[in-house]
């Protein structure tokens, strides 16, 4: 699930609250490679367990052993050797006789012994909450940050020690990651004996997402987070200590300066009957979505539960028929409406345009910048292409270039890619208006900027709000407005 399509899913899961800002963060962890000494189960060898059974029967010198056995005493030796070392036998020195131990006596039973071993292996402590654990999962560096433009968290816990490291929370987190991970289980066996050293400890950033609410009455922000799908309300807890104390842990979405001049000249294009039809489906678009939420969570509900019996099962099949067809129609019902979109609503229908369009998107905005026109966006927007379908892009509000000459940069490399002729790339000078048309099947009008996103915490929430319509008419209207500046037949 991206992070779009959850925070539209949790839009409205806060009461007398709205989502007013959603992006990814990384979670600082403690990357530590360390040796671990390792009480291990190991067969005796063959000499081995003879010399205990001899050493058992009352034949405990090892010139009589060597006798018996035939073998010469240098191997003998050596064998007692290890098994004294392993606390196997005791050797009286005075009389070299030889003597079996407690853990001698249950190894000749079990024909096995238990020897320690050290092993390489890495332990993580999360920089936030300072569980320890071991983990196989893919974690980024700051350079990866970077370029996913993940937002790294500041760590909280300070770097690990063998002097902070806790014996029994180590011993737990292996224990826990052994019984998830049996393909590991072999590497790890036995009990933990100590930790012996750490070779190195740096820090890494596990993904997650953040959604940010604000409270229409109390104007309180509080925090979700979320570790893929699954919510996490130590790390929620952590941000909203962070938040509170005045630490910086999110950007504020700002208005640019110059964008304080509102241009209305498009919202004209709009019909009157479109715009009041969008107001009017305001109220029910919100319960609308509530419901989907709600019926979406008792459908995945239903499909996890593998404990039913046959009878139970057969029964719900039913209910998840009727659950399914239920969201289908609301969804059907929402989509062909006209409404007005708040901010989380924008980027999934960017994305949408561009992953299923056939013939055409159209974007206009102002600005082109990393925060809006990443990674993810030049990659559909490439996949467009290849479709063979047109990508147009209007931007530009001043003379001067205040847009990210990289990204300019990178566009105009994928125009000379064999299918970068259909890319259409127009500075305007003067736009101050927000537009999305994906083919003929709509068309958003907004406050958003589709293709940037500039962060200042020194000032508050952007609120966007935007129109969307399928109406054939208001659709050819605008693309006849925008050919005629673009000089592009739309």
């Not at 433009?149 to 690990?160: S, V």
Request: proline letters at 2%; a negative charge.
């Amino acid at each position: 699930m991206t992070i779009e399509e959850l925070a539209k899913l949790k839009a409205n899961s806060v009461p007398d609250s709205i989502l007013v800002k959603y992006y990814e963060a990384g979670i600082p962890q403690w990357h530590m490679e360390t040796i671990l000494t390792m009480l291990k189960p190991k067969k005796l060898s063959v000499l081995q367990e003879f010399i205990l059974k001899f050493i058992s029967s009352g034949i405990d010198d090892v010139s009589d052993i060597c006798n018996f056995l035939g073998v010469n005493k240098s191997a003998v030796n050596n064998a007692v050797a290890v098994l004294q070392k392993n606390s196997l036998i005791a050797v009286d020195i005075f009389y070299s006789k030889l003597k079996l131990t407690d853990k001698g006596e249950k190894a000749l039973k079990e024909a096995a012994t238990i020897v320690p071993e050290d092993i390489e292996y890495v332990l993580y402590v999360d920089g936030l909450i300072g569980n320890v654990y071991l983990d196989t999962r893919k974690l980024y560096n700051v350079k990866e940050l970077h370029n996913f433009e993940i937002r790294p968290i500041n760590t909280t816990i300070e770097k690990p020690t063998i002097a902070t490291l806790i014996y029994d929370e180590v011993k737990r987190a292996i224990n826990s990651f052994k019984k998830n991970h049996a393909y590991e289980r072999d590497k790890l066996e036995g009990d933990l004996q100590e930790i012996s050293r750490i070779v190195k400890t740096y820090v890494e950033y596990k993904r997650v997402y953040v959604l940010v609410f604000l409270n229409n009455k109390s104007e309180d922000i509080e925090f979700q987070v979320y570790d893929g799908t699954t919510r996490n309300d130590d790390y929620s807890i952590a941000l909203q200590r962070q938040y509170n104390n005045n630490t910086h842990v999110f950007d504020f979405d700002s208005v640019e300066t110059t964008e304080e001049e509102t241009d209305n000249s498009l919202i004209s294009v709009l019909p009157q009957e479109i715009i009041e039809s969008a107001k009017s489906f305001s109220y029910k678009d919100s319960t609308l979505e509530r419901e989907i939420s709600n019926l979406t969570t008792q459908l995945d509900a239903m499909k996890d539960n593998s404990d039913d019996t046959e009878e139970q099962k057969e029964s719900a099949t039913d209910r998840i028929r009727f659950l399914e067809k239920k969201i289908d129609e609301m969804k059907n019902e929402r989509k062909g409406a006209d409404r007005i979109l708040s901010t989380y609503d924008h980027r999934p229908l960017l994305l949408e345009a561009l992953d299923h369009a056939q013939n055409m998107v159209v974007i206009v905005s102002p600005w082109i910048k990393s925060g809006g026109l990443n990674y993810e966006i030049l990659g559909r927007i490439e996949r467009v292409l290849q479709r063979k379908a047109q990508v147009v892009i209007g931007y530009g509000i001043s003379e001067k270039e205040d847009s990210d000459r990289w990204i300019l940069q990178r566009l105009s490399d994928i125009k000379n890619k064999q299918y970068g002729k259909n890319l259409h790339l127009v500075k305007l000078s003067n736009t101050h208006e927000k537009v999305l048309i994906k083919d003929n099947e709509y068309m958003v009008i907004t406050s958003f900027n589709w293709l940037s996103f500039k962060g200042d915490p020194k000032k508050g929430f952007r609120q966007e709000t935007g129109y969307y319509t399928e109406s054939k008419e208001a659709i050819k209207q605008m693309k006849e407005n925008l050919s005629n500046r673009m000089s592009i037949r739309l």
